[in-house]
């Protein structure tokens, strides 16, 4: 019980410490969280919900088993236009914001 009232009070700091949802505690999620943020949201919703480009929450995994599949698609971008971001991301920051995509999209993580 008192765990519980501990991680609520964490969840909260976080929460508006970002001014919007709790960053994830990982370092690297909470890093695609802030690219993700910055460079997705805007085609792809604040929680992978979807809009000018396709949802995601839930999906990625789903769709690329394999995580390197998902960060080629980041990289190069596809046809139906998901632009490129092999140029203007770090290698870093691409699998930081892949990882993002597929452990918190659509969760609590
Ligand atoms: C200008 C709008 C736009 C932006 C910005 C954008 N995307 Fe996309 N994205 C799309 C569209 C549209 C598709 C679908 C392309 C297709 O399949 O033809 C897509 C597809 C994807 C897919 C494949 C999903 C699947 O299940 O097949 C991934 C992964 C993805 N985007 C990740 C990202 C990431 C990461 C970023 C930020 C670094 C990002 N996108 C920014 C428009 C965008």
Not at 44 to 71: C, E, R, S, W, Y
Not at 84 to 105: H, M, P, Q, T
Request: one cysteine or more.
């Amino acid at each position: 019980m008192v765990a519980v009232l501990v991680i609520t009070g964490l969840v909260t700091v976080a929460c508006s410490s970002t001014g919007g949802g709790a960053a994830p505690s990982d370092p690297l999620l909470a890093q695609g969280q802030q690219v993700y943020q910055a460079h997705c949201a805007t085609c792809h919703g604040t929680k992978g919900q979807g809009g000018t480009g396709m949802k995601l929450a839930g999906k990625v995994a789903q769709n690329f088993p394999n995580i390197d599949d998902q960060i080629a698609v980041i990289q190069n971008g596809r046809s139906g236009g998901m632009p490129a971001w092999g140029k203007s991301l770090s290698a870093d920051e691409i699998r930081a914001v892949a990882r993002y995509e597929r452990e918190c999209l659509g969760t609590t993580c």
